[in-house]
């Protein structure tokens, strides 16, 4: 984790803004001999792709990501598998609309990366937010589907929970759910809520923000370690190192703090032979390291900072001034992270399971 | 960030178990010349020690912390300066009261890391918890410590402002308070209130959760960085890396879900020359950068695990079995965590320091 | 310094293997605000490129650099300059040349990496080497060539200074010279008899091995580390991860070895009110840090492994076999070593500038 | 590699002045479960002793070692053995002889660090070289000894092979004969030139370089990478980061650049099914990967710097003086890296060996 790059021994380093010709990931330290195509990291940038209904961003973005190396193919390999060499993921960029900055060149959007990127660097690249650009984001999903096809075991899917004030229903959870509406929703009922309400939300001009819960399934009893290479650290990390990321919990996170210990600890048992626990406050690790539960996470998500609604901020002449966020944005930017914070996910783990496997020589 | 090193430029490396003769801490890339003896140190551990009230575990830790490296003075140099090379520091253990423990060597206690820890490694230093024993947290303490005094500039304080289902009146806060009672609670009214209640949780043999909130004040505009070496996501991990925290979050949290952009953007204006903001739901971190308003982070911290109540687990031998967990133990172990999130924010805050002036050549 | 990561605060990830669309170099931490273009970057490739001489090999490769990510310039900053964001650094290969594999894929070349890449990986991109190819040293020019940017206050320049067995006479040397013939050599005189010896090597089919001598001057006193952050350590980690480098010396080198210690030593001495030494036994480097004098360092390169000469071999199904090595291969791979090494002590003064920047807030 | 902590998955963090309470290392990353007491380093750190000859330092240095942590042992697992954690190691300084350094504390000493480390640090602890000190490789040959108890598959034996001008009979090598003698010379009829030789060398106060050759045995084909972790460039990195070392090579080394490429690469055949080499110019490494090969490593270190013959200097205040180092010196420290050069390489093939199996799940 330095500047650019995310890992330990599975490594992403990631490149590139969005007006710029491409952005990309290099995802370093993968095993070899697993089978990867472009197929495989496809679908899931055109999940998170923008523009695909009327509750995201209008930007038209192809997101269409090419494998420039570490993979191998032959007559006789004849499925492409990974070499154990730096996967490098090229996504060109396609809509890059020429527009007047000259606002947002001059002014700081407020809630937006400009005043402190430019106290940082001296510079800053205006044009798209540069680097704080939500689209970096495509480069996360690209390199997560890499992570998954290393832990094939574990399965990783995410919802979002919680928009503006209302939250779902958990009593009616359904995974099919998730996929059948523009929201990642998993509860139908919730759907019908939300549509209206983010209507009058994008309607007005402005945004919302919401909760995103990740749920990893098929994790064993191990994985982490228990001072400063912890599980549960280092999903936080990755869910806060996502734009927009304002808070990180882990099973029942905050709602802990309210909890005594005879309700909050998960009490053990047998069945069939199995270990099993009560209940899954800890969110399926102990210790920093995974007990072999469902691992959850949950990351708050700010609205969207670019609205239309007038907002009193300052110029790079330190002058008064009023700004307001013209374009096509996303009215509630948490959607477009479900499946961000499900690569960061697989990114954590595939990198835990191997930094065991390393240490320990177990899988 | 690895195994037991925490940072970039600034690394601390901690090792030692409760059992065991010392705990310590190596303080690797400290700028020389800064003024640094143990009475620098040991007022940090002295506010984390145990046993200073009825509220806190009654074992006895001296934690007196020596400096083995690190440091300089003679006839000229008369008052002791780091050199730049790492400081060792060393805390012995003293009160390794020779117990039984044949009951948690067998049993694996709910909430704690006993399961995953020999799941992961095979093998388990059950005396104490091993590496998971919140021992460890005072090597984090006293590198805290060395960590302020690189940055002078900045002033990091923490206030426990939850305990249990009991929040502070923020109207109410004084710093003056934090220091007065056994809480390191900013409310005097929610003084008298905790007192009664963690008595009963006390006498009742239970534990019970906290949040605790830490403020940077005094950082310039500009450290951090936008993508994987983000202030917020630093944050995050270290607080994360705590033993007992289950979330994070940064200046408006969990709650910025429930807002709408025009509510969450903190508005910049000028005031006697000088850039404000009309709020601080960023809690002073814009894209991964601070703003140069405070920083401001939240930690969820579980109740305690080990507690009289008894509970259901299971056996090494996979057997069904009770535990309850007899000794002197923190009934709420949140208060003692206050001064470690601080010591964590240090180290963070001071790597980040060296890390911008190493890129850009600006403190 | 892992896997594909060299570096600390300047850190380059290089990926793509010789066959495949294109290879390429993240360069991250980058300070921002420096001029930097592609005509920055392509002199020092074209002084690499392949095909320049009868003494390289006679493959086509242009070599042009894309700059994708991390620079600047709009109407008002003219001259393009880093952001302080990762420079993606991207060639695309031209000379694919489809050729017949088959003997390659099943024998392992004595001298490369075949048959140990496959001992790692179980898989082996067989064409043009993968990884192994000498090919990926152009990212690492192109890098060197943003570190060189990074650090205008140093010279960094390289010659060959011994080919076979025939070394130059130190007193012709002349920088001038380097740039006039195909060997970079700095000696007029060896020239022509390096000219005659390398053609009879290339007509018998064999090839032959070099000493390449980098030197940097206005390098100041004081970059570098005591331990594990030395400067000649790094150095020395630069130049032998070089493919085809199997020694490294800094100032006397193994010279020092029959040294006394009233010879070895520099001694000092003042001169106009500077500090200056005797000699440069010592490189320019004592106890790992920079004195001020000029950095020396010689790196050992075997001959090419890629010779028509036929030897001795085993198949991948273990039979024994012969084998030669068709194709367009450098008699002399330690001249194309030349621009590479300096790319590399550039990258790591640039790291070391930064990283003393960062601890001490001293350029 | 930062500061002071070495390697990637098996990590090595050291601590420590000559003349502060102790020095120490933190080994991190060490797998669970490999029997480790005291008695498995005590011996590698007495053989690195000083003042066991009249040709090393007569300085008394008690070396025992003490294992602080990352050990555990019951009545039940009644050998010790590691549990994953970190083990820290202290040696105490015995040997504090309160001495007069206002010589040294004024002058800078010709080939110390002495005017390097001031220029970098702006201070400097004078007294026996702060962490220049050789002392510090006592830490290194502590943790090499744990090293190799991770990897007890290879053998790692180093010996001298050089002295001054004198080289060893290559004929004559004896393992045997290195433990025989003062020098660790495998060459019997060598050792009675060097004793006579080294005998003047002393009596004149001065001091002479040496070469030592590693050698590691049983090392399986594949351990290493293609690029930036390649096996022979961080055996380079962790050789010439040992005080005093001013040249590495591998296998044929420096001599390789003279070759040609027919005699050179290594042929290979099989005998009795099983892979071998014709001779090992490689030295065990292909491509940064191993062969399968001895591993064979040679360094270069030079003459120890602190001599009783006089030398020109300068003074802090950057005026000409003259300087002699009094004091119980090595006439030629070669010999007492020995020990350190075994141990470097320990730590580097651990750190591959897990860093092979955490990439590939194979050992």
């Known amino acids: 984790m330095s500047w650019n790059t995310f890992g330990r021994l599975l490594r992403v380093t990631t490149f590139g803004e969005s007006h710029g010709p491409a952005i990309g990931a290099i995802v370093d330290g993968c095993p070899p001999g697993i089978p990867l195509s472009e197929d495989d990291i496809q679908p899931y940038l055109d999940r998170r792709r923008p523009g695909q209904s009327r509750f995201t961003t209008q930007r038209r973005e192809a997101d269409r990501v ?61 044009r798209g937010g ?20 290393i832990i094939p075991q574990v399965e990783i899917r995410a919802a979002l929970v919680q928009m503006g004030p209302h939250r779902i229903n958990r009593d009616n959870w359904s995974w099919a759910e998730v996929d059948s509406n523009p929201f990642f929703c998993p509860d139908a009922e919730a759907v019908k809520v939300w549509e209206e309400y983010l209507d009058s939300i994008r309607k007005s001009g402005d945004s919302v923000g919401a909760v ?14 228990p001072v400063y290479a912890r599980l549960d650290q280092d999903i936080a990390a990755a869910l806060m190192s996502i734009p927009a990321a304002k808070g990180v919990e882990i099973g029942a996170g905050f709602a802990a703090a309210a909890m005594t210990g005879s309700e909050a600890a998960d009490e053990m ?28 996470a949950r990351m708050a998500v700010k609205p969207t900072s670019s609205i239309l609604v007038p907002r009193r901020t300052i110029t790079r002449g330190r002058e008064e001034a009023e700004v307001i966020t013209k374009g096509r944005h996303d009215p509630c ?12 996910m697989a990114l954590v783990l595939a990198d835990h399971y191997l930094m065991h496997r390393g240490q320990t020589g177990r899988g």
């Open 66 to 126: 090419r494998i420039l190396s570490g993979v191998f193919s032959d007559d006789v390999i004849t499925e492409q598998v990974t070499t154990g060499t730096p996967i490098a993921l090229l996504i060109e960029n396609t809509d890059q609309r020429s527009k007047d900055y000259s606002e947002i060149r001059d002014r700081y959007r407020p809630g937006h990366a400009d005043y402190t990127y430019e106290a940082k660097y001296g510079i800053r690249d205006y």
């Open 333 to 344: 930017v948490g959607i477009r992270a479900v499946p961000v914070a499900e690569a960061m």
């Open 212 to 225: 995103v819960e990740v749920i990893a399934s098929g994790v064993p009893a191990g994985w982490g370690a």
């Open 269 to 296: 048992y047998i069945h069939d032979g199995e270990v099993r626990f009560t209940k899954n406050n800890s969110g399926g690790i102990l210790g920093g390291i995974s007990s072999g539960q469902d691992i959850i």
């Open 130 to 149: 540069g680097r704080a650009s939500a689209r970096e984001t495509a480069c996360r999903v690209a390199a997560g589907a890499v992570a998954r096809r």
